[in-house]
């Protein structure tokens, strides 16, 4: 099992916290689009996103350290030209797709980190105190 917490978070979920499917590893493609979805954080529902890079698959709320907006320049779409770097679309911030550190641009930190794992091909994304999912 590949787990892993991606980016720098809140505080770190306890070990119990439940996983969540989030999709199939395979709609994960290096550098391509990202897989969206839907989680409440700090009571408010919010996007997020999983990516691949260079082999990983890495998730973050889709709300960029600058200004609290969404990122993606097209839908689904937050890596650069050059596959290396997510960048806001609004201000163009630039951030490490394997930490969510923020290396340039306006951004004011790194993005909040959602840990998640790849397991018997299916991606999950993990709970925290203040990340759960969306309750319809």
Excluded: K
Aim: hydrophobic share 40%; net charge negative; charged share 20%.
């Amino acid at each position: 099992m590949n787990t892993q917490a991606s980016g720098e978070a809140g505080a770190p979920a306890p070990p119990d916290a439940p996983w969540h499917p989030l999709c199939h590893g395979r709609e994960l493609v290096d550098g391509g689009e990202a897989v969206p979805f839907d989680v409440r954080y700090r009571g408010q529902t919010c996007r997020a996103f999983a990516i691949r890079y260079r082999g990983q698959v890495h998730a973050y709320l889709n709300r960029c350290s600058h200004v609290a907006m969404e990122m993606d320049w097209m839908p689904n779409r937050f890596f650069d030209v050059t596959g290396h770097f997510l960048v806001c679309g609004a201000h163009g911030a630039l951030f490490e797709p394997h930490t969510g550190r923020c290396v340039g641009g306006p951004g004011r930190g790194p993005l909040v980190a959602i840990a998640v794992r790849e397991h018997d091909g299916v991606v999950f994304w993990q709970s925290q105190y203040d990340l759960q999912p969306v309750v319809f």
